[in-house]
């Protein structure tokens, strides 16, 4: 019994009948102007005593249901009532407003059709139900049949006043499966109708990929920034812990520039995530260059005790911006290779200019076991290399990094021409 009344009472039957009653009464200002023009073309003084001029006043007013469907709001509140009324899946439905041709001949369609289908079920739910209940009770009320109702004389004969409760419900049941089986008919050309077009599909495709591209940025700028922080901090923290009782001034400089990284990583993790928390990343997340840090990060990198030796023999201020702000992440990234693998006699050389058209970096650090050195040879590790790979990738430059005559050595080649 439930399997057969759930498809004509159930939720989803019921919710899809309250969307037909929605069209309904949206067609009725359309009927409204239609009878406005029948009634003086007919010459009729009442046109809604006709069933037959009802009929022509409904007809004249869809097309005019379809000219106002082009405005631009009727795929978003026609999509959304499908959505929430219909069961339709979302994903099978287009957001924002028709734009090209094609989309506006379909949504006029959909409206069209929705309104309707809609003003016909509407009618019979305000017709059936009051005339069903005539014909349920007419056998217990003698004084129904002599009302001024308009009641069919057949129904004086005895057989037929039997049946008419019989009629009665079978007109209601009618009337349900009318209203699922025009629901039905809607939600199955809602995604045809309503749908995103090939040209809506390949926008939310650019979308999505250039979502996930920022996406994929924000996680190397969270890497490079949070690992260089951590291993500067691991390393001025040790450094400071053995020198505490020879050489406090040192100790001092090493808790400075402890807080000075902190404070500095803090702020752009706090930046970073505020945009992922936000559901929807951008990229103007603001990311330290080479022009405004490297002073910065050499000065933190030498307070942990590395030392460094840096040559930049093209004024970072000269780099266009683009340019400027991976080249710090990749000598970020060297920097923070290198404090994990030099040790305390070692000297790390940084060379940074610009030669053929190309900006080089170069970050040579000395390991006493090469393979100590390769970050692929450390468990999870690889990631930083990875990301240095992928932004001069992302500039058209070449990356090499490898042991070199005792040294680790990364060499970075990035194009002037295109990042400007």
Known sequence: MRAFTRPLFGRRARLRWIHLILGGALAMPYVLVGSVVIGPVTGATAVFSSLPLQLTSFAVGLPLAAVTSLFPLTRPLETTAVRWLCGVDGDRLADG???????????????????GLGA??????LAVPPFAAVLIVLPLFAGLRDSPLGLPEVLDRAWALALSPVAGVASLLALAGCAAGCGALLAHWAPALLGPAPEDRLAAAEARAADLAVRNRLARELHDSVGHALSAVTLQAGAARRLLDTDPEFVREALAAIEDTTRRTVGELDTVLGVLRDGKANDTVPAPTLA???DDLLR????SGLKVAAAIGTPPDALPAVLSREAYRIVQEGLSNALKHTGERGIVTLCVE???????????NPVENPLDASPTARPGGGHGLRGVRDRARL??????????DGTWRLRVRLPMRAAT
């Open 395 to 404: 500039l058209g430059g070449t990356v090499r990094a490898g042991p070199a």
């Open 300 to 303: 933190a990198t030498r307070a």
């Open 120 to 125: 016909i079920v509407a009618g019979m739910s």
């Open 97 to 115: 407003p028709a734009r090209t041709r094609g989309a506006k001949g379909r949504t006029a369609a959909w409206y069209t059709l929705h309104l």
């Open 292 to 294: 405004a840090g490297l």
């Open 354 to 364: 610009v030669r053929d058209g190309h900006l080089e970096i170069t970050v040579e």
